[in-house]
């Protein structure tokens, strides 16, 4: 069961991971154009150089603070040209840095307003749901509440929020158009994938209504017709992103990134897997967490 599932099972980091979060840290990539990962195994977080100032889509939490940093030097960017920071959902895996980038770089942070008062409505869901993932992953509240539809503008980059509700009640998917040697192609990432939470007893656990089953299919229904060239995930897991670099930096043709298919390849096995774990009896979902490891999932992946 767990290869099938792995993407979407227990993808957490493991104790010594957790105790010693350098262990997930890997060298940042270029994907295509002005974006990059600097993300690490366990969260992913896009950075695209606008060429007004550094945007980040996405943070790590905090224990990938000091990781995310390094990745950016990495790159030859400058963490003090960071200008925006858009947070797709209220998940510390997601803004767990977010308030000691803002304290060092004034960055400007934006995230949807359903997510953001769910959040502050909810501390007490927050703390348990932060518990053992270490320091200062505090809560925020973003600059700007983004709405379903909003467009935003960042030097060179105009992105469309989408509100696609399941993961979380207020979770949002992004879309964007960039220049790759001198072709406009169109990345999209979708917001929240993980089902794991929404079994009707883990939603009674975190008390959130069970209508979020239901709306987490409408929400895969509603971002069907976007165009997108390079699909991005909230987690390098969810698009394979780390395997792709491999494959480029062994010389395979073309850039994997780009692969106009992926995108209701993707949206397809979100559903089919969702609709399968629904059907799960309490224990079959049990084992599929059991069964999932982060590491598994990238064995044979680095050569080093
Ligand atoms: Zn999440």
Redesign the pocket.
Known sequence: MATKYIRFGNMMPTEEQKARPYLIDKDPFQIAGNLYYVGNLWCASHLIDTGEGLLLLDVPAASGYPGLLINIQKLGFNICDLKWIVC???????YGCIQALVARTGAKTYMGRVDTEDMMANPERTKRLDAGLGPYNEPFVPDVQLEDGDVLTFGNVTMKCVLTPG??IG?MSHFWEMDVDGETLRVGIYG???YG?LSTEGLKKFGQPLSMQRVFVESIEKVWDEKVDIMLG??PFHSDEYQKNERRKKGCAGNPFIDPTEWHRYLTELRTGFEDFLQFTPEQGAAMFAETHLMEYYEGVFED
């Open positions: 797709s959902h209220a998940h510390t895996d997601h993961h979380t979770v929240g994938s993980g939470s909230n987690h």
